[in-house]
């Protein structure tokens, strides 16, 4: 927008042109914002109220509390009681996910970015496929695999689907950035007498951080999300993660709103939290591969 | 590169001797996601093909009405949810790229429903829902003293809230991607138009689409293929309900194998293969270069 007049810097006064432009904004800006926030509101609001309260339409309970957070820590409900167990196994299959596929995306990254492994091209293809299969028609065949591998219920079967769903990606986007390596680098290292896994080590991965960290972020955030395959692969109390555990919370027909609520408001955080302490690596790595076209 | 290179050119000579040190490493590196892509990529896709042979769950399929139905939901959300969600999203980026502090500050809230889990904002929306409780309906009773619609027991309806939900999620990733899109546009054609005096309209038309179509294009394509995929949305919102009517073809195969019809799980997938395929091709052709 340009200024119509000429004034001292500070003390130019909006013309008719720039309030119409700021209404026109602001007529787009406010649907958006409600249209983005009402779901997450609507369960904070949930999390804060007090069963009496939670159904009552008011946009600010009467009195908020923080009372379904007790009841949820202190596991005070029938569908609570393996509460802290299931966060752990979110933790520890989001964990094992993120670091499995870094290894795996950034060891075969390297292998066919830098090292030009013969069929490393075809892999790469082969990989791409995998990627743009959807997740839920694999899911059917990969719960048979899996029952045949003997692997149900165990976690290992979550790890090893959300490493098979997030490598292709991953292995994409580190290809993409790896590309961008001036080969000079290599070279200059072999000259001084530097092994394949030196290059590895002390070229490749410092110089990868970066685009790593998008990565692991990623992975690890896709396992902490899921909610199909763990479903599907997890069924015992104590093996399932966070998000099956709230969806058998609508097994029941009288199951307690405002507690689902607030595990799944404890359930959303650390990703939310994660995603914007790493927004900008998130944003650079990841958008970086999805917007080459 | 071209000095550990040469020495696999020599035919004939056995493959160990073939093979630099760089390349054996090579294939040690590339080993893991091979073996990964062999057990749970290969295997399960060969055995579900297998499982899927017989011609009788096609013959069962097409007599199932639930699929039939299952096909035009999916094509309904496809077709229009998806487009609809681009059209969105292609304006949005518009608006998000003014140069202002608050749309600055909204766009970091705008990335929430991308950034938080599916379930429990689904589930939120599930219970905004209800008929009985939820805060839409204790809203309309409210205001007009008239009981408000039973939401979720409208098929049509039902499967409409899915789509809604599905964009509410995933709009914002789609406008990050054409905002970077846009972003690339060199801001002196901007400029150029402006003093030339060209319209809003103009501007788009003849500055942003050209350079932009690519990629929509690819995104929409890519958000098909994705959203084909998308089990939540539907399963988490609807449970397929009512009476089966909202099931898509990702939930539909979920439907059968608890009901232990594998055979017709993946009949019901291999079904949509002759969609899905092409698509994974041309995406593969563009991405892969």
């Known amino acids: ?293 | 590169m071209a000095i550990t290179l040469s020495a696999s050119d020599v035919p004939g000579a056995p493959l160990s001797a073939r093979l630099t040190p760089a390349q054996v490493w090579g294939i040690v590196l590339l080993t893991p996601y091979l073996l990964v892509f062999l057990a749970f990529v290969v295997y399960p896709v060969g055995y579900g093909l297998w499982l899927a042979r017989q011609p009788s769950s096609y013959v069962t399929l097409y007599h199932d009405p639930i699929f039939a139905r299952a096909a035009v939901n999916t094509l309904i959300f496809l077709v229009i949810g998806i487009n609809i969600k681009m059209l969105i999203a292609l304006f949005l980026s518009g608006f998000f790229v003014v140069q202002r502090a608050w749309i600055k500050w909204l766009s970091v809230l705008f990335i929430l429903p991308w950034a938080v889990p599916s379930i429990p904002t689904i589930l939120s929306v599930r219970f905004m829902l209800n008929p009985e409780w939820g805060v839409i309906n204790t809203l309309i009773f409210k205001f007009t003293g008239e009981d408000g619609p039973n939401w979720l027991n409208d098929p049509a309806v039902a499967l409409t809230m899915a789509i809604a939900v599905h964009i509410w999620k995933s709009l914002p990733f789609w406008t990050l991607i054409l905002i970077t899109g846009r972003l690339a546009i060199s801001h002196d054609l901007f400029e150029a138009a402006e003093v030339d005096g060209a319209t809003w309209w103009q501007k788009f038309r003849y500055i942003t689409w050209p350079s932009m179509q690519t990629l929509y294009v690819t995104c929409t394509l890519l958000s098909m293929i994705w959203t084909l995929g998308d089990f939540n949305s539907v399963y988490l919102l609807t449970g397929g309900g009512p009476a089966d009517l909202t099931h898509v073809l990702a939930t539909l195969g979920i439907r059968y194998l608890r009901l232990d019809q594998l055979s017709l799980a993946m009949a019901s997938i291999v079904c949509a293969l002759p969609f899905v395929l092409p698509l994974v091709y041309f995406m593969m052709k563009r991405l892969s270069r």
């Open chain 1, 1 to 293: 927008m340009k200024p119509a007049t000429l004034r001292l810097p500070g003390l130019r006064l909006p013309t008719l042109r720039d309030v119409g432009t700021e209404a026109r904004l602001l007529l787009i800006g406010i649907p958006v914002f409600i249209w983005t926030m009402v779901p997450i509101y609507h369960m904070f609001l949930f999390a804060i109220s007090p069963k009496e309260d939670a159904f009552s339409g008011k946009l600010w309970p009467d009195h908020p509390t923080l009372h379904n957070f007790e009841i949820v820590f202190r596991e005070q409900h029938y569908f609570l009681r393996d509460f802290y167990i299931q966060f752990w196994n979110s933790l520890v299959i989001a964990v094992a996910v993120g670091a499995l596929t870094l290894f795996v995306a950034t060891a075969a990254a390297f292998s066919i970015s830098r090292l030009r492994v013969p069929g490393g091209r075809l892999v790469m293809n082969l990989a791409l496929f995998t990627y743009f299969i959807p997740a839920a028609f694999l899911a059917v065949p990969m719960y048979r695999t899996m029952g045949n591998y003997g692997l149900l219920n165990n976690h290992w079967a979550l790890i090893l689907a959300m490493v098979t769903i997030a490598s292709p990606y991953a292995i994409w986007v580190l290809k993409q950035a790896s590309d961008k390596l001036p080969v000079e680098l290599d070279e200059a290292a072999i000259m001084d007498g530097a092994t394949t896994l030196q290059i590895f080590r002390l070229v490749y991965i410092p110089l990868m951080m970066p685009s790593l960290v998008a990565i692991g972020t990623y992975a690890i955030l896709l396992a902490w999300n899921e909610y199909l395959y763990a479903f599907l692969l997890l069924s015992n109390d104590t093996e399932i993660t966070l998000p099956v555990a709230l969806g058998n919370f609508l097994a029941a027909d009288d199951s307690p709103w405002e507690l689902l609520m607030t595990t799944g408001f404890i359930y959303a955080l650390p990703p939310a939290a994660i995603y914007y302490a790493f927004k900008r690596y998130m944003v650079g790595g990841l958008t970086a591969g999805a917007v080459k076209s």
